[in-house]
């Protein structure tokens, strides 16, 4: 891994654990998320791009709660 810094605590994920979470996030995001993230208006991708990643980082934060 080069240039990927892991915070003092923090357990890694195995790489189908993550893509498990992320498929699991993105079947359960909401249309207009998915409307907006092929939106050519750059403020609505933003804002579906930046919704979508607290969702992630939620669902790996919760994770990472259950298991850690």
């Known amino acids: 891994m080069t240039g990927t ?3 003092a605590g923090a357990t890694v994920m195995d790489q189908p654990d993550l893509t498990a979470i992320v ?3 993105l079947a ?3 249309q207009w998320i998915r ?12 804002r579906a791009e930046e919704s979508l990643a607290a969702m992630i980082a939620a669902a ?3 994770d990472q709660g259950a298991t850690g």
């Not at 409307?35 to 933003?46: K, N, Y």
Request: charged fraction near 15%; proline fraction near 4%; aromatic fraction near 0%.
């Open 5 to 7: 810094a892991i915070a």
């Open 23 to 25: 498929t699991a996030v």
């Open 28 to 30: 359960k995001a909401p």
């Open 35 to 46: 409307h907006d993230l092929a939106s050519t208006d750059a403020t609505l991708r933003v």
């Open 60 to 62: 790996l934060g919760a």
